[in-house]
């Protein structure tokens, strides 16, 4: 379910998947895939959202994102503005609620926007498990309900990245004056991650400005919320 696209062709390239601005919107749903702009994308560019309610009503409901619920190629030069995303369900971003496709979300803003989900909630991403995420902003309100916030990425999952397989990076991005809470892992850069972050030049050069609130003292950092003796990688975390 999308606010202008349910879902956009698998095929969308660079020139068919430019301009797209939803605004005033209210996008719900009950399944998985809800997105102010489109519920599952392909390439996106210059893709806005303004003024509106993304909500998943369902604790079963999955990935939900201002811009796109999940996508299967990168998103570009695109932003959320005074928006509330909230679900009942689990990965939930400002931006997008799932990056796996080894893509690029690049130069994404979320301002002043509430983003809100069960578990692995994040200011630009919900869950990234391959790609790479550089260049956003955001200052948005973020909360789980049940555990796990970051202010750019909710959840890493990290278990199968190698320096070829399954990489994931969070490079140059700025999460400033954010507020994240979570009874659990809570992160200024990133809630969680699933195993030991593998070296140190993935989560490289982030500025982190955030008011974090956990109900566990031992799994929030303004790096990384559940592993915070691994903050020591994220290389130049300012």
């Known amino acids: 379910v999308g606010g202008v696209i ?51 009503t ?25 928006c509330t995303i909230v679900s009942k369900g689990s990965y939930v971003g400002g931006a997008t609620g799932y990056e796996g496709s080894g893509g690029v979300v690049q130069q994404v803003f979320v301002q002043d926007t509430t983003v809100e989900g069960l578990r692995n909630v994040g200011g630009i991403v919900g869950l990234l498990r391959q790609g790479s995420v550089n260049y956003c902003y955001t200052n948005a309100k973020i909360k789980a309900t049940q555990y796990t916030a970051g202010g750019i990425v909710g959840l890493v999952n990290n278990e199968d990245m190698t320096n070829a397989n399954y990489v994931s990076k969070i490079q140059f991005n700025i999460s400033a004056g954010v507020q994240v ?58």
């Not at 879902?7 to 005033?24: F, P």
């Not at 993935?202 to 500025?207: A, G, S």
């Open 6 to 56: 349910g879902q956009q062709l698998y095929n969308a390239n660079e020139n068919q998947g430019r301009y797209y601005t939803a605004k005033n919107v209210n996008v719900t749903g009950s399944g998985n895939y809800i997105g102010g702009v489109a519920g599952y994308s392909g390439y996106l560019r210059y893709a806005y959202c303004f003024d509106s309610n993304i909500e998943g």
């Open 181 to 238: 809470e979570a009874p659990s892992q809570v992160g200024g850069l990133i809630g969680a991650v699933e195993e030991d972050i593998y070296g140190n030049t993935y989560y490289v050069k982030n500025l982190v400005e955030a008011y974090l609130a956990s109900d566990v003292s031992n799994t929030v950092s303004l790096g990384v919320g559940n592993r915070r003796d691994q903050n020591y990688l994220l290389a130049d975390l300012y």
């Open 58 to 82: 369902a604790t079963s409901t999955q990935y939900v994102g201002g811009i796109s619920g999940s996508k299967n190629s990168s998103l570009y030069y695109s932003g959320v503005k005074n």
